[in-house]
């Protein structure tokens, strides 16, 4: 079992559609986790920290589920900018430990 | 926020000869930086992780002979990738915990995409 999946997809959604993507991941200790975003050819981006009560950022929320061990995001009235992969992240311990990303999940937002 | 710049961006190389690629956080010190590639089509895959004033430490299956890594300060470490051969071509991007105060996770270098031929 991969330490992190994800659906590589690619979700393809009309604008305006509501997206959810989830990832599991295998270590129960597991400490921090983050959803990025990269665009094709260029370097990920922080979109956002995951905690455990959950947060929101605009249209995007996040969620983490410990005892299931998946994080999911959820974008709500998807545009055309958010076309891109989506990456888990998962870091094992705090601080400076080892950090494991996900393969990615790709979306394409159709107009 | 935190940055890092990394270059060269771009670099082709003949087979045989070594690359070098830079990573340096501009605003903030990184006693640890992290070293990564990316195939097409994949996700990207953690090589070492580089410490500052000691040994990098090098994930399974990683060269460390061939993957040479030098932090040598607290806001540069670099990449040198020794007898590059095709099969080496790749997307190397570089990061650094972002530090306290400013958005949590990592911040990554702009990527270096290495050819040889």
């Known amino acids: 079992r991969k330490e992190v999946e994800q659906d590589p997809g690619p979700f393809n959604v009309p604008e305006g559609a509501t997206v959810a993507f989830n990832c599991t991941y295998s270590?129960?200790?597991?400490?921090?986790f983050f959803w990025y975003r990269q665009d094709c050819r260029k370097e990920p981006k922080l979109l956002m920290s995951?905690?455990?009560s959950g947060n929101e950022d605009g249209r995007f929320t996040a969620q983490l589920n410990r005892a299931s061990q998946y994080i999911s995001l959820l974008i709500r009235d998807s545009k055309l900018s958010d076309s891109a992969t989506y990456l888990c992240?998962?870091?094992?311990?705090?601080?400076?430990?080892?950090?494991?990303f996900g393969t990615g999940t790709k979306l394409q937002v159709i107009p | 926020g935190a940055v890092v710049s990394q270059h060269p961006s771009r670099v082709i190389c003949k087979s045989g000869t070594s690359v070098k690629i830079e990573c340096r956080s501009l605003?903030?010190?990184?006693?640890?930086m992290f070293w990564y590639r990316q195939f097409p089509k994949q996700s990207l895959m953690l090589m070492a992780t580089?410490?500052?004033?000691?040994?990098?430490?090098?994930e399974q299956g990683v060269e460390k002979d061939k993957f040479l890594i030098n932090h040598a300060s607290l806001t540069l470490s670099t990449l040198t990738v020794t007898s590059a051969h095709p099969e080496d071509s790749s997307f190397y991007i570089c990061?650094?915990?972002?530090?306290?105060?400013?958005?949590?996770?990592?911040?990554f270098g702009s990527g270096t995409r290495l050819t040889v031929v």
């Open positions: 990061s650094a915990r972002a530090p306290a105060g400013a958005s949590s996770g990592y911040t």
């Open positions: 270590n129960s200790a597991s400490q921090s």
């Open positions: 995951v905690y455990s």
């Open positions: 992240v998962v870091n094992d311990k705090g601080g400076y430990q080892k950090v494991t």
């Open positions: 605003d903030f010190q990184a006693t640890t």
């Open positions: 580089s410490n500052e004033g000691s040994k990098a430490t090098y």
